[in-house]
């Protein structure tokens, strides 16, 4: 038997983006688009002295995604690769990572720029981005050679991960 | 009543480290300490083109955190700040992010370089590095600005944010 390890959103992020087709594929595409994170009161107090970091790590849950793909053709390329080669959204945990900057906060309201998730997404947790820990230099970075580095920022997100007729929510309660 | 998102772990991380105490803080400390993920053989798929990216991120369930803390007192500084201007376990969802160095993979067994976790900690998601999506540049980082950024390597973890005693899963049945 499987163990099951059980999270409940934070909070939920609101974005200018009511669907999937259309959105930026990745935040370092969304320069520019504002949105801001609704966190539940409760968790407010642990916002405490996140303010003077410039950039957030966000890490939420996939909820429109329906079942897991192993094998996925990504938007930056016409080829399959594993997912776990991707960050496309059908994953066996469908956890979305977005490094997004903070503007300000506003007792449990956190305005951001820079998503690229659906409106209404429930958010998981928020970690402070620290370049020491967070950066890398001298990185080899696979099949994502072949491909354009501008296509992360040309191409927008379509509805192939998601099933458009009746959106599910994935093993969610 | 909350929304439950349940998750299953994908495999489990193997490292050298048995206890929290003397751990490095992070993975970017932990640079010539090896592991490996035994990854469940069900998604071996997925890592169809992973070999070719130098660093892997991997989210991770904090399994041995008990609850969780608003305020805490990270390795890092010795005053206390909101849990999400923090990289410590002890988050509502206690979900770990390191970035480590991907050596190679043997079928369903991924090699790594940077171990930062207890072993036996599951493994949730594993997601390729991409400097153009995942580094950013001219960040600010708040409170971490007044404490040496040596502290990130001379600095090992201490078993602040676990019960010595009597170590239990949090919210995992």
Redesign the interface.
């Known amino acids: 038997m499987?163990?099951?390890?059980?999270?409940?959103?934070?909070g939920i992020i609101r974005t200018p983006f009511k669907e999937i087709t259309g959105m930026p594929i990745?935040?370092?595409a969304a320069t520019g688009t504002e949105g801001k994170i609704e966190l539940e009161p409760e968790?407010a107090?642990?916002?405490?002295?996140?303010?003077?970091?410039?950039?957030?790590?966000l890490?939420y849950?996939f909820h429109l995604v329906k079942g897991y793909k192993?094998?996925v053709v990504p938007f930056m390329d016409d080829k399959?690769?594993?997912?776990?080669?991707?960050?496309a959204p059908t994953?066996?945990?469908p956890?979305g990572?977005s490094?997004v900057e903070l503007k300000r906060i506003e007792g449990s309201v956190i305005y951001i720029d820079g998503v690229d998730m659906v409106d209404g997404t429930?958010l998981?947790?928020?970690?402070?981005?620290?370049?020491?820990?967070?950066?890398?230099?001298?990185?080899?970075?696979?099949?994502?050679?072949t491909v354009s580095?501008q296509n992360?920022t040309k191409i927008k997100s379509d509805g192939r991960f998601y099933s458009n007729k009746s959106p599910k929510l994935n093993?969610?309660?």
């Open positions: 499987k163990t099951n390890i059980i999270y409940q959103p934070i990745q935040s370092c968790f107090a642990g916002l405490f002295d996140l303010e003077g970091f410039s950039h957030i790590i890490l849950h192993l094998y399959p690769h594993g997912i776990y080669a991707t960050r994953r066996p945990n956890i990572l490094i429930p998981l947790d928020i970690k402070p981005f620290f370049g020491k820990i967070d950066n890398r230099e001298n990185v080899t970075r696979g099949w994502l050679d580095e992360v093993r969610c309660e």
